[in-house]
């Protein structure tokens, strides 16, 4: 049984930063990779950053760049710090494993206005 819980999203303007967070509890079920998904208006949930237990990361073109992952291990917590916000950034963001769990905590909205 894994929790998920996303936090840190909001209403900015285009070219600002945000930082999420989530927080993770329960058994990973041997998955050793965490990722970023966002869910844009009207589209499908799409992987966008990953992290794994070594701290490698994988970022895919839209954001690489704008996009940091990192993480606290004694926390639990997984970070994405977003910089240089655009409009198509707006959507919902979500943590989860690679590849995820059949569960899904409610995301953290972004909303990008210019």
């Known amino acids: 049984q894994v929790q998920l819980v996303e936090s840190g999203g909001g209403l900015v303007q285009a070219g600002e930063s945000l930082r999420l967070s989530c927080v993770i509890s329960?058994?990973?079920?041997?998955?050793?990779?965490v990722g970023w998904y966002r869910q844009p208006p009207g589209e499908e949930r799409e992987l966008v950053a990953t992290i794994a237990n070594d701290g490698s990361t994988t970022y895919e073109d839209a954001v690489q760049g704008r996009f940091t992952l990192t993480r606290d291990n004694r926390k639990n917590t997984w970070y994405l710090q977003i910089d240089r916000l655009k409009p198509e950034d707006t959507a919902v963001y979500f943590c989860n494993y690679v590849p995820p769990m059949r569960n899904w905590g409610q995301g953290t909205r972004v909303t990008v206005s210019s």
């Open positions: 329960g058994s990973p079920f041997g998955r050793n990779r």
